[in-house]
């Protein structure tokens, strides 16, 4: 634990992402850490985010143990190979394997290890400064790979970090884990790293497999001889309102909470359900992003004694939706008092005049949003409603079936 800064007087802890900014497969991919660059620019410019609040990752040799647990040693050695400048054409070729080619969706790139295991690094950090009571809530943003597979690559993800955290959780407290994740695409490979394990819960809300990657996520994927009944899968209609997605959320997470008891959440936050984002057919708002964490932040307090990390994930709406979706988080997180003004005023109140900041010119961005939360009274109304509102709640009386 060297070099570790003194505790922190606050009681909620942002991981600093920097160290994770490497993690960037070209300019033009969607999955960018210029999104949390934004994040903060709009937290600081709501003077919502201080020095005191932000610790450190692990260093990356510790990092670097977790991953060997729970990451096939080939494909760690893969990654390793083809981080490098000038890759070895031999490693060039079974890059596909690994899910690694170059013109993949997870393409290799130079210093790959090193930057997803810092990825790693910070999600560690925030487990382990929460269970160990240092603090009761931490969030690291350029966490939530949760497609990555023990022996190879999926989904923008290479190292699975929020199995890594959950993997930590287990081996150095014997803590039972609820993860809960709320990306639009299911979260794969978080469940099947525990699809075995009774003492840890995935619950995964999701647009169904049916029609959006990864192809899975569905009611009876329920775990897995002594894990069975410890997984549970919301797999939502495309065109799914606010209304149905937070109705099926909101009692899923209760029944599960209640029933599994855990001793602390983890929590993933991709927020491309939104009606915005380019690579889905979820048509939900800002509000879901204002009241998802609220409800996972009262289960916290219920079951874990406040015990909660979470961590970021999806979304490539970056302008007008992450930013936005991630702050809205982090304030919920620490109990900032701008959220009394968000959820009182029309629409959320208005954004910061002076963010975001000035643009770098060969970017230009689409015509942003002036409030914390969306207008959809000016939104077009959605066809079929009532059938896509009626296919959810059947689906969720399926899912929850196994629940006691």
């Known amino acids: 634990m060297k070099g570790r800064r003194p505790p922190l007087s606050s009681r909620t802890i942002w991981v600093n992402n920097k160290p994770s900014g490497r993690y960037c497969f070209s300019?033009?991919?969607?999955?960018?850490?210029?999104r949390v660059e934004l994040t903060e620019d709009l937290l600081r410019e709501c003077g919502a985010l201080t020095k005191e609040q932000i610790m450190e990752p692990f260093p990356l040799g510790e990092a670097e143990q977790v991953i060997r647990k729970i990451h096939r040693k080939d494909y760690i050695d893969a990654v390793v190979a083809l981080s490098t400048d000038k890759p070895d054409v031999h490693m060039i070729s079974n890059a596909e394997q690994y899910g690694l080619e170059a013109d993949g969706d997870t393409p290799y790139f130079p210093g790959m290890h090193e930057a997803t295991a810092a990825v790693t690094a910070g999600s560690l950090a925030a487990a382990e400064a929460v269970m160990s009571g240092r603090a009761d809530r931490a969030l690291?943003?350029?966490?939530?790979?949760?497609?990555?597979?023990?022996?190879?690559?999926?989904?923008?993800?290479?190292?699975?970090?929020?199995?890594?955290?959950?993997?930590?959780l287990r081996d150095k407290y014997k803590a039972?884990?609820?993860?809960?994740?709320?990306?639009?695409?299911?979260?794969?490979?978080?469940?099947?790293?525990?699809?075995?394990?009774?003492?840890?819960?995935?619950?995964s809300i999701h647009e169904t497999g049916k029609f959006l990657f990864p192809g899975s996520g569905f009611a009876h994927e329920r775990g897995d001889s002594s894990g069975y009944g410890s997984c549970l899968n919301l797999s939502m209609e495309p065109y799914t309102e606010d209304e149905s997605w937070l109705e099926c959320f909101t009692e899923a997470v209760e029944n599960v909470a209640r029933s599994f008891r855990p001793d602390i959440i983890v929590s993933q936050h991709g927020c491309d359900a939104h009606a915005f984002d380019p690579l889905a057919h979820i048509h939900c708002s800002m509000?879901?992003?204002?009241?998802?964490?609220?409800?996972?932040?009262?289960?916290?307090?219920?079951?874990?004694?406040?015990?909660?990390?979470?961590?970021?994930?999806?979304?490539?709406?970056?302008?007008?939706?992450?930013?936005?979706?991630?702050?809205?988080?982090?304030?919920?997180?620490?109990?900032?008092?701008?959220?009394?003004?968000?959820?009182?005023?029309?629409?959320?109140?208005?954004?910061?005049?002076?963010?975001?900041?000035?643009?770098?010119?060969?970017?230009?961005?689409p015509d942003l949003p002036t409030t914390w939360l969306d207008d959809v009274s000016s939104w077009a109304?959605?066809?079929?409603?009532?059938?896509?509102?009626?296919?959810?709640?059947?689906?969720?009386?399926?899912?929850l079936q196994h629940i006691g």
């Open 287 to 365: 509000r879901i992003y204002r009241e998802m964490p609220k409800i996972i932040h009262q289960l916290a307090e219920r079951y874990t004694q406040g015990k909660w990390v979470a961590l970021g994930g999806g979304g490539y709406d970056h302008w007008r939706v992450v930013p936005r979706a991630w702050s809205l988080l982090w304030l919920e997180m620490c109990g900032h008092p701008l959220l009394s003004q968000i959820d009182s005023a029309a629409c959320g109140g208005r954004l910061p005049e002076r963010w975001p900041p000035t643009f770098p010119s060969h970017i230009q961005p």
């Open 176 to 203: 039972r884990v609820l993860y809960i994740d709320t990306d639009v695409h299911h979260g794969d490979g978080v469940q099947w790293f525990f699809y075995t394990d009774p003492d840890v819960f995935t619950l």
């Open 27 to 34: 300019d033009d991919h969607p999955f960018h850490p210029f």
């Open 140 to 168: 690291h943003l350029a966490g939530g790979l949760h497609h990555a597979f023990p022996n190879r690559s999926s989904g923008f993800c290479v190292y699975n970090d929020a199995a890594a955290a959950i993997t930590y």
């Open 381 to 399: 109304p959605m066809p079929r409603r009532t059938e896509i509102t009626a296919k959810n709640k059947a689906m969720l009386e399926i899912a």
